[in-house]
DNA sequence: CATCTCGCAACAACAAAAGTTTCGAAATCC
DNA sequence: GGATTTCGAAACTTTTGTTGTTGCGAGATG
């Protein structure tokens, strides 16, 4: 089962944002995620619709942040995706009547919807600019810095 | 991306198996679960290996307990399905020099790592047995129980 | 008007899980 | 001993969802 791991590269990709100049394009982006412009765009169709990034044609277009980076959590952009489902476990509904299952699928149910809170929580509680600062802390600590042609 | 759905199918059986008389065959099981007897096979032989039931083969052959309820969690079950991927989400690692991505990565993977250890102690705590009373007590409610040919 | 860029739809490639087929080996029944 | 039941394991196919790709259209810029 591959994993989803469109928050991660999104959050990477809007802290990016806010640092460069001007718009990013979805080629750039696309090389950044190593993937490709057409999969960059139907990922940054969900943050647009939720008003988070607005994007423009033609020369000089591309993709820009509609808000500054602490008014965006990492919830609101879990949920600009789409709410992906966070489990990769589901139970099983093979009979609704047994009352076995319906035990079991309590008993896990109640498990997993406790995880899931406490996911969601987390993720409501960081901004993107937490992130950014995060990343000024880790940034201010190394002596070396990392080049990368891409931003 | 279809769920994972082993942990919940093999609880479900368990108890059965601990309610019914002599062996369970795999196409008895697979029956319960609308799928086919190689493929209970296939999910059985890590309870084997975990030591938790015994096949035995010929006539009068089949799958057996063999400890009582009350001396398996959900967490036991879990680890013998081979520790599956609890998250359909990862952190993706695009650029690992990146300190952007680091920061962001960290903050998901602590979130991540919360929520995994709270499911893990959630099935840690309860034990077939447990899971067994609360059907015991379900079953006590209803007046009309449902007939089930399977079990 | 040439070029850049996004939007969208259709299609192909890929990966993981589940299902199927087939054979073999061990246990039981007669 | 021979037929039958049942598991064990390997190889193969099917299914399903994601990702990647291609192609065309539309709007913006120079
Ligand atoms: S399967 Fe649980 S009752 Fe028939
Ligand atoms: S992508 Fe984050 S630094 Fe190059």
Redesign the pocket.
């Known amino acids: 089962?591959?994993r989803?791991?469109?928050l991660s590269r999104m959050l990477h990709v809007l802290i990016h944002m806010d640092r460069i100049d001007g718009?990013?394009?979805?080629?750039r982006?696309a090389q950044m995620l190593?993937?490709?412009?057409?999969?960059?765009?139907?990922t940054?169709?969900g943050l647009?619709d939720g008003g988070y990034v607005h994007?423009?044609?033609?020369?000089?277009?591309?993709?820009v942040l509609t808000r500054p980076l602490s008014e965006i959590t990492m919830l609101d952009i879990h949920r600009a995706l789409g709410n992906?489902?966070l489990f990769a476990i589901s139970v099983a509904v093979d009979h609704p009547e047994c009352l076995v299952e319906q035990a079991v699928n309590s008993a896990l149910g109640s498990a997993f919807d406790a995880a899931e809170q406490l996911l969601i929580d987390k993720f409501a509680s960081v901004t993107l600019a937490d992130l950014a600062d995060e990343f000024d802390q880790r940034m201010a600590k190394i002596t070396t810095k990392p080049t990368c042609e891409l931003v």
């Open positions: 089962m591959r989803d791991s469109r718009a990013a394009t979805s080629d982006i190593g993937t490709n412009p057409v999969v960059v765009r139907r940054m169709a647009r994007s423009e044609k033609g020369h000089g277009g591309g993709w992906p489902e």
